[in-house]
């Protein structure tokens, strides 16, 4: 088979499936759309995990304090701050 009858053929299968410019240009400005709704998205769940993260942060600082004090036994020390370590593993993996 020669190039030219397959080039041929592939033109116009590809001219059944193409879009006009109206309705590709339609498309892309959708698609535009959604992509800066999905990237606002994506900011406002990053700037609430920083938020936690600094939260996070700030109980370990005060657990701290409370065991320097003695307000709170070495166990119960040691337990919390288990925890809260996890947790701001778990927040800084999610970044």
Known sequence: MREE?????VDRIVGKVALEAAIAGAMVAE?????????QAEGVAIAATKAALA??????????DM??????????YVSKKHSLVNRKAEL???L
Request: aromatic letters at 0%; hydrophobic letters at 35%.
């Open 31 to 39: 698609l535009e759309k959604e992509h800066q709704a999905s990237a």
């Open 5 to 9: 009858a397959i080039a041929g053929q």
């Open 92 to 94: 800084r993996g999610k």
């Open 55 to 64: 939260a996070c942060e700030k109980q370990i600082d005060l657990l701290l």
């Open 67 to 76: 065991r320097l004090s003695e307000q709170i036994g070495g166990p119960e």
